[in-house]
């Protein structure tokens, strides 16, 4: 039997050690990391993520690769970035409604679906279980759950209320069978992976700590342990 594994995905964001060629060089390191226990993903620079995407996706590595954003279909918009041509690319799926790129919830709506429509798995981030409520109705593949204050701070998910999590799963479990949830925030080590696990969540979205790791591949090694 093909045991279950919790999704890992790091968000490089546009951090200075994950830009242009850092960024394929580091996605290049990162998928030597394997895990038993863990599904690994990375979302790097929607400037490199062609790249990255054929040079270290699925069907080389092992690694998937998530888009940080995504807007629409095919068409007349300029500037735009088409979840069509993200998976054309070999994109896995997409982040929508980050804390750093929020979404009014019609648009979040029109994405999902898209992303659905196009084959793309969706992750849709929610900071209050307000919102998180609303987004669960929609089913997406994951809902990163990002309470605000775990957003880019020192706390852990560890330090934080666990009753902030376990609300979260029993939201999402009673309004979307399908969909799963990631701790999205207060990822720092260890310790914090395996707690957001016990507390119910199905995996999590880390942002700085492994990127800016003073040695990222052997962070995320002791992370996975």
Known sequence: MRMK???????????????GKKSLTLARELSKVKSRKYELA????????????????????????????????????TGSIPLQELKEFGVEGVIFNHSEKPLPLAEIVERVYLAK???????????????LKRVAKLSPTYIAYEPRRLIGGSFSVTDAKPKLII??????KKRSKKTKLLCGAGIHNREDVRHALLLGAEGVLI???????????????????
Do not use: W
């Open 5 to 19: 594994k919790s999704l890992v995905i790091i968000n490089f964001k546009v951090y200075p050690e994950a830009v």
């Open 117 to 131: 429509r196009y084959g793309l798995k969706t992750i849709v981030c929610a900071s209050s279980l307000f919102t």
């Open 42 to 77: 990375v979302a790097p620079s929607l400037l490199t993520i062609k790249e990255i995407a054929e040079d270290v996706g699925i069907k080389r590595s092992g690694m998937k690769i998530y888009a940080q954003h995504g807007d629409i279909g095919l068409g007349a918009y």
């Open 207 to 225: 942002g700085h700590a492994v990127t800016k790791a003073e040695d990222q591949v052997r962070f995320l090694n002791e992370m996975l342990r």
């Open 167 to 172: 609300k979260a799963v029993e939201a999402v």
